[in-house]
């Protein structure tokens, strides 16, 4: 009797072990997917922040413009 609560403690502890695996299984490709997603998200920043530049650049050089012309008038 006390060999088969054994061999039940030790498959016991085999299911928790395999179900801790998994779980890190799990997590690590959930965990890449994110780093995936970052990246992109990354790659989008960058080309909005170089849009945004391109536009406060046209704003200067147009706000110098008007001021120009203004001051000849």
Same mark, same amino acid.
């Not at 085999?14 to 992109?40: C, F, P, Y």
């Given at each position: 009797?006390?060999?088969?609560?054994?061999?039940?403690?030790?498959?016991?502890?085999?299911?928790?072990?395999? =179900?801790?695996?998994?779980?890190?299984?799990?997590? =690590?490709? =959930?965990?890449?997917?994110?780093?995936?997603?970052?990246? =992109?998200?990354?790659?989008?920043?960058?080309?909005t922040n170089y849009l945004l530049i391109g536009i406060l650049i046209m704003?200067?050089?147009?706000?110098?413009?008007?001021?120009?012309?203004?001051?000849?008038?």
């Amino acid at each position: 009797m006390e060999k088969l609560d054994l061999t039940e403690l030790h498959q016991y502890f085999n299911d928790l072990s395999l =179900s801790i695996r998994e779980t890190g299984d799990k997590t =690590s490709s =959930s965990l890449l997917a994110v780093q995936g997603e970052l990246g =992109s998200l990354n790659a989008t920043l960058h080309t909005t922040n170089y849009l945004l530049i391109g536009i406060l650049i046209m704003n200067a050089i147009l706000l110098f413009l008007v001021l120009f012309k203004n001051n000849r008038k």
